[in-house]
């Protein structure tokens, strides 16, 4: 009686023919496993540059846009046209500290910090050296709208403003202008008629905050007693507290405005609000139909190399016919010959495949 052979034993033996058999065939015909397997790196590789540099850009875009806080919106007033006995005149629309806090009482559950932004070019004197610069009067409230960091000393305080304190943090390259390698920190600037003492020195960053280097921010109300500053002014930020949607806060504040200064809301000339959160959403759809673009051309690419390898894997089969009726006359099975060709293929695509991806 013959003995009945272990199924393992089997298997593992059937499998080991299999990859010889793989080997054999990759082995000895190196230019058309190689050409068969080309267009599946290619596909792989373009796929993985395309989808890492939109990975890359997506990342930097968004790196940039860091330096404002999250659901933060900016307004900028501009002119309305007004009409006065048949008359129209152009009319600009300014804001006031008034208005602001006013604005901020209305909305308390909405708006968490509001600040102005008031911009005037003055020459700020350290003994001997001049430096043009950018003066900003702004609220303390400005540092929690726009994201700045100081290498040396701090920011403006609360206490600054209620102790209407003449200091400033000025920008890297006004230290490096006026004092060079010198100490700042507690040293006075000549602004106008007035003397502020340097509290902070502010970190460089990304290109929105670039322009903050050669910039000197002092608080709104020494300003605007020291210096000749209006208690008016056409920009202004704020913030919004985490449940707020910034759509809906920022079409009932223009609404707010547009009544308390006499101007169309809808009027783009009058008011133009930079809104923060609704700019994020628009660049990740951007670059989530950017993504899906790449993934188009990447699977496409893909399946062109799919299809060579089918080719190629027809061609194999044709020439391999005597191989497989030998093979079926000592017993193969027909599922034995298919996996034998699925596999050599699959073989072929994935090793392909990991040379392109790597």
């Given at each position: ?87 129209k005149y152009s009319k600009a629309i300014v804001f006031t500290p008034n208005l602001l806090a006013q ?206 390898v089918s080719n190629i894997m027809f061609v194999i089969v044709n ?40």
């Amino acid at each position: 009686m013959q003995g009945v052979q272990n199924p393992n034993v089997f298997c593992i033996a059937m499998i080991k023919n299999l990859f010889i058999d793989i080997f054999y065939s990759v082995t000895h015909q190196k230019l058309r496993t190689f050409l068969t397997g080309f267009g599946v790196a290619w596909g792989i590789f373009i796929l993985v540059l395309l989808l890492g540099a939109s990975g890359g850009l997506e990342k930097g875009v968004l790196q940039l846009l860091n330096g404002f806080a999250q659901n933060s919106m900016w307004v900028y007033g501009g002119y309305s046209t007004a009409e006065q006995a048949n008359n129209k005149y152009s009319k600009a629309i300014v804001f006031t500290p008034n208005l602001l806090a006013q604005l901020k009482n209305n909305y308390p559950n909405s708006i968490e910090y509001i600040s102005p932004d008031v911009q005037v070019a003055e020459r700020i004197v350290y003994r001997e050296k001049t430096v043009n610069a950018q003066i900003h009067a702004v609220l303390p409230a400005y540092f929690q709208i726009k994201i700045l960091k100081t290498t040396e000393g701090r920011l403006l305080t609360p206490e600054d403003e209620r102790q209407n304190a003449q200091v400033a943090v000025i920008g890297d390259q006004v230290k490096s202008q006026a004092f060079g390698n010198k100490p700042a920190i507690g040293q006075e600037l000549q602004i106008g008629d007035s003397f502020f003492r340097v509290v902070g020195i502010l970190k460089g960053g990304s290109i929105f905050s670039q322009a903050d280097q050669n910039s000197v921010f002092i608080p709104f109300h020494s300003a605007t007693s020291c210096l000749t500053i209006k208690n008016e002014f056409n920009v202004f930020g704020f913030t919004l507290q985490k449940h707020c949607s910034s759509a809906k806060a920022e079409n009932h504040i223009k609404h707010y405005l547009g009544r308390f200064l006499g101007f169309d809301p809808n009027d783009t000339n009058a008011l133009y609000v930079f809104n923060f959160d609704q700019q994020v959403k628009s660049f990740q759809k951007l670059f989530t139909g950017l993504n899906i673009f790449l993934w188009f051309i990447g699977i496409c690419l893909l399946l062109s190399g799919m299809v060579g390898v089918s080719n190629i894997m027809f061609v194999i089969v044709n020439e391999r016919t005597r191989e497989i009726g030998i093979r079926k006359a000592v017993g193969a099975k027909r599922k034995h010959i298919l996996v034998m060709v699925l596999t050599e293929s699959a073989a072929i695509t994935v090793m392909a495949g990991l040379l392109g991806y790597f």
